[in-house]
C-alpha cells in the first residue's frame, strides 16, 4: 500500500498545486482556460498518439473491453438519473450529475497514472474507454439533459443535442490523435526524427499540466460557484463513482468471463482501476455550458478527486 501510494501521490499533489495557485489567486482564474487549451489540443493528443502509436492495435481495437465497460457505463448513467431525480433535480441536472458518476478522469489523469503503476501495456485498454466515454456516454448524456425542453420539443431537443454532442466528440483532438496513433500502430509508421521529439516533449507536458489544471478547475468552479447546498445532491453521486462504478465493472467483467467472454483479466484489471478514477474535470464545463448546476458538479468532482486518493489506492492493492 505504501508503495502505491508513492507513485499515486505525485498525480494527486499536482491536482492540489493547482487548486491552492487558483485559491490564491497566484494563478489568475483568466489563465486557466490558456492551461486547459494548451493541454487539450497540444499536449494531452501528443501524449495519446504516443501511447496509441506504441501499443498493439488488438488492445486498442478489443471488443470485449469495449463492452463491458459501455454496458457499465450506460446501468451508472440509468441508476444516477433515477436516483437523483426528485422535484428540484431535474432532467438536466440528473443527467450531467450522471454523466459525473459514469466519465472517470481517464483522460487528464488515468492514462499517465496507471501506465506509471502497471507499466505500458494499460495504456490500450485505459485509451479504450477514453473513446467509449467521449463518444458514447457524453453524447448520451447531454441529448438526455435536453428532455426538460417540454414533451414534443423535448424529443426534437434530444435528438439535436445528441448530433451537437456527436459533433462535439467528432472536434475534440483527443479521439482524433488516437485514432491516428492506432493507424500509425498497425502500419508501423514513426514520425520524422525532429517532429517525434517535439511531439514527445508535449507528450511529457501533458500529465503535470493537466493534473495542475484539474485543481485550477476545481477552485475556479468553487469560488465561482459556492452557494450553500444539501449534502445529499452531490455526495451519493460522489459515492457511485467511487464505490459503485469500479465494483459494477468488477462484477460485470467477471460475469463476462464466465460466460466465455474472451476479456483478459489484465485489461479487466485496468477497466477496473479506470472505473476507480475520480469524476472528469471537464463535465464541469459542460454542465456550465448547458445551463445546469455548475456548483453541484463542480462539488461532486471535487469530493471525488480529494476522496480518489485514498479509494484510488485502495482498489490498486486489492486487485494487484
Known amino acids: 500500500m505504501l508503495n502505491i501510494l508513492l507513485v499515486t501521490f505525485p498525480f494527486f499533489a499536482l491536482v492540489l498545486a493547482g487548486y491552492v495557485a487558483a485559491r490564491r489567486r497566484m494563478l489568475p482564474l483568466e489563465a486557466i482556460p490558456g492551461l486547459n487549451g494548451f493541454v487539450l489540443f497540444f499536449a494531452l493528443p501528443c501524449m495519446l498518439y504516443r501511447f496509441g502509436s506504441t501499443t498493439p492495435i488488438a488492445q486498442l481495437l478489443d471488443v470485449s473491453v469495449a463492452g463491458v465497460y459501455l454496458l457499465c457505463g450506460l446501468v451508472m448513467v440509468a441508476f444516477a438519473i433515477v436516483w437523483t431525480m426528485n422535484h428540484r433535480i431535474r432532467w438536466n441536472d440528473a443527467s450531467l450529475g450522471a454523466l459525473v458518476a459514469a466519465f472517470p478522469n481517464s483522460g487528464f489523469m488515468g492514462v499517465p497514472l496507471l501506465v506509471a503503476l502497471l507499466g505500458s501495456a494499460a495504456a490500450g485498454p485505459a485509451i479504450l474507454t477514453m473513446l467509449v466515454d467521449m463518444v458514447i456516454t457524453s453524447s448520451l448524456c447531454v441529448a438526455l439533459s435536453r428532455l426538460d425542453e417540454g414533451e414534443g420539443h423535448g424529443r426534437e431537443a434530444m435528438i439535436d443535442a445528441g448530433k451537437k454532442a456527436l459533433k462535439g466528440a467528432a472536434a475534440n483532438p483527443m479521439p482524433w ?9 498497425y502500419v508501423q509508421f514513426r514520425l520524422p526524427g525532429p517532429v517525434e521529439k517535439t511531439a514527445w516533449l508535449l507528450a511529457d507536458a501533458a500529465s503535470p499540466v493537466a493534473l495542475f489544471t484539474i ?23 460522489a459515492l457511485m463513482k ?10 460485470v467483467g467477471l460475469a463476462a468471463r464466465e460466460m466465455g467472454v474472451p476479456l483478459d483479466p489484465f485489461a479487466l484489471t485496468v477497466i477496473v482501476l479506470v472505473a476507480a478514477l475520480p469524476s472528469a474535470s471537464n463535465v464541469s464545463l459542460l454542465a456550465e455550458r448547458l445551463g445546469a448546476d455548475n456548483g453541484r458538479i463542480a462539488r461532486i468532482i471535487l469530493v471525488t478527486t480529494v476522496v480518489a486518493f485514498f479509494t484510488f489506492s485502495g482498489a490498486v492493492t486489492l486487485l494487484t
Open 177 to 185: 490523435a488516437i485514432l491516428l496513433g492506432a493507424v500509425a500502430s
Open 215 to 237: 485543481g485550477a478547475v476545481l477552485a475556479r468552479s468553487q469560488i465561482q460557484s459556492s452557494h450553500p447546498m444539501p449534502v445529499n445532491d452531490y455526495l451519493p453521486v
Open 242 to 251: 467511487l464505490l459503485l462504478h469500479p465494483l459494477l465493472v468488477l462484477a
